[in-house]
């Protein structure tokens, strides 16, 4: 089946630097990714739609110039926490969505990254 | 907009079935989703369900779906510790651009 594999687990970075998370389809091309973030106990809250070869579309209250998204690739994209601060310590998961022939397949989790600021 | 709400906790013993309800407001999707959190962990798709489908039964699992009431269920039968987690439905968006989650049910099962 569908794999998305995302790196790192888990990440501590001191406040005021740059975190970098990657998502990966492994054995499918994703036109689409999707970056979640999820506060302790809580539901997943969509951040940005990602899209191949052009810009991120963010969601309402999700500050661009914070969350850097790059979806450079069919297989690849990426999160960039810019300077990150205890506030933005979370857990962020990204999805990607398999179609294929006009039919789609559903959508795939990565197995997340912790994101602890101190 | 989609508005996905479900209760926040069920506890059931070991061996007993664990129900687990979900409301949404948007009647437009085509598929309907039952996703399990384990601690720490990303999403597992459980099992999904067509909207022009009543139930489907896949295993242990037993989706129902009652289109009327926006009303969508997730039957888990002879419930066991494994099965503790977070369970989220979710329903996509017109044109799959994007997934909308349930407020999450965070299922005990105790020995």
């Known amino acids: 089946g569908a794999v998305v594999s995302q790196h790192p687990s888990w990440v501590i970075c001191k406040s005021g630097t740059s975190v970098k998370i990657e998502c990966r389809s492994l054995?499918?091309?994703?036109?689409?990714m999707f970056w979640y973030r999820q506060f302790p106990k809580q539901s997943l809250m969509l951040m940005a739609t990602s899209n191949e070869g052009s810009k991120a579309t963010y969601e309402q209250g999700v500050e661009k110039d914070k969350f850097l998204i790059n979806h450079a690739s069919l297989t690849l994209s990426t999160l960039t926490v810019t300077s990150a601060h205890p506030e933005d310590s979370s857990f962020y998961i990204c999805s990607a969505n398999q179609r294929s022939g006009g039919r789609n397949y559903g959508y795939t989790f990565g197995s997340g990254t912790r994101l602890t600021v101190v | 907009g989609e508005d996905v709400e479900q209760s926040l906790f069920l506890s059931v013993r070991e061996g007993d079935s664990s129900v687990i309800n979900c409301t949404y407001t948007?009647?437009?999707?085509?598929?309907l989703y039952w996703y399990k959190q384990e601690p720490g962990a990303g999403l597992q798709l459980l099992t999904y369900?067509?909207?022009?489908?009543d139930m489907k039964q896949d295993q242990r699992l037993t989706v129902l779906l009652n289109k009327k009431d926006k009303h969508l269920s997730l039957r888990i039968a002879d419930t066991q510790t494994g099965d503790s987690a977070i369970y989220f439905c979710?329903?996509?968006?017109?044109?799959?651009?994007?997934?909308?989650f349930g407020t999450g049910t965070k299922l005990q099962v105790i020995p």
């Open positions: 054995d499918f091309q994703a036109t689409t």
């Open positions: 948007d009647s437009s999707s085509t598929y």
């Open positions: 979710a329903e996509p968006s017109w044109g799959y651009q994007k997934v909308t």
């Open positions: 369900i067509f909207s022009n489908m």
